[in-house]
């Protein structure tokens, strides 16, 4: 039992570029999220997923996109990388029914930076 | 800007003294408060819940303390151990148009002196 996993731990982007942050946990829990955490500040929530198929935005949404390919899966995409996007991202899941939860359970996070 | 914030950004203490990490929130409608811990270079990690219906909750050395009349909340560590150093967050959830928003504090950097 793995817990939740996240791929990759290091990433150095271009300004411009693209890239998926991936994010898998095998809890069978129903709903995911992703966070973004800077310096000297709480983690942010970005998108969450309450359920398979279903996808919400958060707090950050803006320059973002996400994809709950199954149960398991939600990945993180930056279509154009931009620096301020420079950040430690998180991924979570939990498993409340519907809506955002409570017990959430965290990822060891992507560090990326854009340059 | 953020309606869950703490009173202090670090909190030095000896070993084997007890802790007390402070966190105020601004909504009243908020009915579900969370301590994480997040060790260096690491992903949060649970500690704690309390509902808004009770005052106080204990775990295995942690109590976390509930006072709605001023919006405040604690988080109380018990014969502190240096594995207890990290950065504490609360969170706070926030209902929302029939969904709900989990709001997370800044953070509050312990360290824990041998």
């Known amino acids: 039992n793995a817990g939740v996993t996240q791929t990759p731990k290091f990433q150095v982007l271009k300004t411009g570029q693209s890239m998926t942050l991936q994010c898998a946990q095998d809890m069978n829990h129903n709903s995911m999220y992703w966070y973004r955490q800077d310096p000297g500040m709480g983690l942010r929530l970005i998108y969450y997923?309450?359920?398979?198929?279903?996808?919400d935005k958060g707090e950050v949404p803006n320059g973002y996109n996400v994809s709950r390919l199954n149960k398991r899966e939600f990945s993180l995409r930056l279509e154009s990388a931009a620096p301020s996007q420079t950040s430690v991202y998180f991924c979570?899941?939990?498993?409340?029914?519907?809506?955002?939860?409570?017990?959430?359970?965290f990822g060891p996070g992507t560090r990326l930076t854009v340059t | 800007g953020e309606s869950v914030g703490l009173h202090l950004p670090t909190l030095s203490v000896q070993e084997g003294d007890n802790s007390i990490i402070n966190c105020a929130y601004s909504?009243?409608?908020?009915?579900?408060f969370i301590w994480y811990k997040q060790e260096s270079g690491k992903g949060p990690q649970f500690i704690i819940d309390?509902?808004?219906?009770?005052d106080k909750r204990q775990g295995q050395r942690v109590t976390v303390l509930l006072n709605k009349t001023v919006k405040h909340l604690s988080l109380q560590i018990a014969a502190t151990q240096p594995g207890d150093s990290a950065v504490y967050f609360c969170?706070?959830?926030?209902?929302?148009?029939?969904?709900?928003?989990?709001?997370f504090g800044k953070g509050t950097k312990l360290t824990v002196n041998p």
């Open positions: 997923s309450a359920s398979e198929g279903t996808t």
């Open positions: 309390i509902r808004s219906n009770m």
């Open positions: 969170a706070e959830i926030l209902p929302q148009g029939g969904s709900e928003k989990l709001v």
């Open positions: 979570a899941s939990s498993n409340r029914p519907r809506g955002l939860s409570y017990e959430q359970y």
């Open positions: 909504n009243s409608a908020s009915d579900y």
